[in-house]
């Protein structure tokens, strides 16, 4: 997936010094590199069963919806608390320097419902396996993860033991 690669933009020192960061605005303004990213997702996943499509806040959502409408699926946005209005699941996970919080309405995932959860990037996984117990607590099975890019050398994929893991462009 190399040719995918060629479009994300490398920004050193964002957002402090020290750190690479892989910008997906350059891929998501070029009409064919977003097509490929969405159908490359689909294809991963179409025989999955998947009826809902979890996005995690906040680039998550530039490719959840579009990922839902092809598999035909619902699509859930995960968010940072105090942004959904209705009952809400939250799971609070580590990060290097502290804590996070993440949240889900509570009537987004019925029992028994497949889930592919989504996001642009997957760096120590801590976010993607709270999304994972979010929709486990409401009694769905996740079907897999898609991300587009996957920091490798973070080793996200042990937190994600036991999951499908598919990621389209590995630094």
Known sequence: MDDLKSHIREIPDF???GILF??????????LALRMTVDRFVWLFAQRRIQKVVGIESRGFMFGPIVAYDLNAGFVPVRKPGKLPAEKV???YELEYGNDTLEMHRDAIQPGEHVLIVDDVVAT???????ARMVESLGGVVAGFGFIIELTFLDARKKLAGY??????QY
């Open 15 to 17: 957002p402090k010094p």
């Open 164 to 169: 499908e893991v598919a990621s389209l462009i």
């Open 90 to 92: 939250r799971e609070t």
């Open 22 to 31: 892989y910008d997906i605005t350059t891929l998501l303004q070029n009409p």
């Open 125 to 131: 996984g801590g976010t993607a396996s709270a999304t």
